[in-house]
């Protein structure tokens, strides 16, 4: 069993910048790969980033340049960093696991997941 606490949401102007951390329980965080989710109002959850086992990354095209995934296994946590922020970016954010070493994008490979963290943008 993994649990995944988000943390590091709020509110914030377009351009400005968040940090959102995932902090994970147990002691095999290092063997997840390890995902960024986001679900707008009335939208689906979409991807957002992904970081594997070895480290190896994936964006989703609208994120890509902005916003960067990295994990610190000796911290059991996962983080993603938002730059250059945009209204359209404004969702519930959500961390997830999958018992496997490689990033999928669909949501129904994931195994654990998060409570959410608020991200909102103004313009």
């Known amino acids: 069993q993994v649990q995944l606490v988000e943390s590091g949401g709020g509110l914030v102007q377009a351009g400005g910048s968040l940090r959102l951390s995932c902090a994970a329980s147990?002691?095999?965080?290092?063997?997840?790969?390890m995902g960024w989710f986001r679900q707008a109002p009335g939208k689906e959850r979409e991807f957002v980033a992904g970081?594997?086992?070895?480290?190896?990354?994936a964006y989703d095209d609208s994120v890509k340049g902005r916003f960067t995934i990295s994990r610190d296994n000796a911290k059991n946590t996962v983080y993603l960093q938002m730059n250059s922020l945009k209204p359209e970016d404004t969702a519930v954010y959500y961390c997830?696991?999958?018992?496997?070493?490689?990033?999928?994008?669909?949501?129904?490979?994931?195994?654990?997941w998060g409570q959410g963290t608020q991200v909102t943008v103004s313009s």
């Open positions: 147990g002691r095999t965080f290092s063997s997840y790969a």
């Open positions: 970081i594997s086992r070895s480290g190896g990354t």
């Open positions: 997830a696991a999958r018992s496997f070493a490689a990033i999928h994008r669909q949501q129904s490979e994931y195994d654990y």
